[in-house]
């Protein structure tokens, strides 16, 4: 996968660090930066770390579904991607977290943010590219996305959050298109 797809596919995962960090900076102006590279952080190693716990665990499963690995990559994708979406349309209600801090609720949101790396890596192992750049990058789109949100706190958060998900969850399933189609060319 050529360095354009994946910083794209960082981007598209990193959508749900950005909505979290936007709501973050939006509670606490005066200990932004400190939120900014605390959640930034967090989010950028599980993110790099889940899609190749991802990635991983699914390598072991290869041999089974080589004949048909294409599909499942696009069903792993087409799945997270609609997850996303559906998230991001739909009112969940919730009332924000307001302690960003606890050990929990950041091993929490950093689990929260990072799921859909754990299916992108899975499927990224039935179509065997190369992972460590891939999370490198993730990671790295992640960090960055989580400290700008948290600098754009504020009033971005509720008109916006939402948004950025369905975009996310849009790209995701492109990718799994894309995944789909070229196994299905001629060549």
């Given amino acids: 996968m050529d ?26 102006p005066e200990k932004r930066l400190h939120i900014a590279l605390v959640l930034g952080s967090c989010f950028g190693v599980f993110q790099g770390g889940m899609l190749l716990a991802g990635f991983f665990s699914a390598v072991f499963l290869v041999f089974l579904v080589s004949a048909f690995d294409h599909w499942v990559a696009f069903g792993i994708l087409l799945v997270v991607g609609l997850k996303m979406v559906y998230e991001g349309i739909g009112d969940r209600g919730e009332e924000r ?73 849009v790209i995701l399933i492109a990718i799994g298109t894309r995944i789909l189609l070229g196994h299905m060319a001629p060549y």
């Fill in 3 to 28: 360095l354009f797809l994946i910083l794209f596919l960082g981007i598209s995962l990193a959508f749900d660090c950005f909505a979290v960090s936007l709501s973050a900076g939006s509670r606490s």
């Fill in 97 to 169: 977290v307001k302690d960003y801090f606890s050990p929990g609720t950041l091993l929490a949101l950093s689990l929260a943010t990072s799921i859909d790396a754990l299916g992108v890596g899975l499927s990224f192992a039935l179509v065997g590219d190369g992972i460590v750049i891939m999370a490198l990058v993730v990671g790295v789109v992640s960090f960055l996305f989580s400290v700008a949100g948290t600098f754009l706190g504020g009033r971005l958060s509720d008109r916006f959050g939402e948004r950025f998900e369905i975009i996310g969850g």
